[in-house]
């Protein structure tokens, strides 16, 4: 018996999901790192890296494990512990404002997937 040829033909079907999944799983989660930069001027990126720094004052390390929130704003930037008013080798931090952006808080490790991370 022979086989009758077919014009191959496609189809469009519309894709409509039948389910839905939430996507919660990094809700209320939070960042820890070590507030642990030099002592120095301490300066950030509020555009990005290699846009003009924001100075922001004197910094002192308070060496205190803080926690915030992975949707908190953070900044590269740098403590100008030379004084010479830019950037140089070994000065790079990432800084946190606080939750209000007025408690600046800086760390060397310039690594987020580094840090430990933690559901408030």
């Given at each position: 018996?022979?086989?009758?040829?077919e014009?191959?033909?496609?189809?469009?079907?519309?894709?409509?999901?039948?389910?839905?999944v939430?996507?919660?799983?990094?809700?209320?989660?939070?960042?820890?790192?070590?507030?642990n930069?030099?002592?120095?001027?301490?300066?950030?990126y509020?555009?990005?890296?290699?846009?003009?720094?924001?100075?922001?004052?004197?910094?002192?390390?308070?060496?205190?494990?803080?926690?915030a929130?992975?949707?908190?704003?953070?900044?590269?930037g740098?403590?100008?512990?030379?004084?010479?008013?830019?950037?140089?080798?070994?000065?790079?931090?990432i800084?946190?404002?606080?939750p209000w952006?007025?408690?600046?808080?800086?760390?060397?490790?310039?690594?987020?997937?580094?840090?430990d991370?933690?559901?408030?």
């Open positions: 018996m022979k086989r009758r040829y014009r191959p033909s496609a189809y469009i079907e519309e894709f409509t999901p039948n389910e839905y939430a996507a919660c799983g990094d809700k209320n989660k939070v960042y820890k790192f070590e507030c930069a030099p002592e120095g001027k301490l300066y950030y509020p555009n990005g890296r290699g846009k003009r720094a924001k100075k922001l004052g004197s910094y002192h390390p308070c060496q205190a494990k803080h926690e929130s992975t949707d908190d704003d953070f900044y590269d740098f403590v100008d512990y030379i004084r010479n008013g830019r950037e140089d080798e070994g000065e790079a931090v800084v946190w404002r606080g952006h007025n408690d600046d808080h800086a760390t060397m490790n310039l690594n987020k997937n580094e840090w991370t933690n559901k408030s």
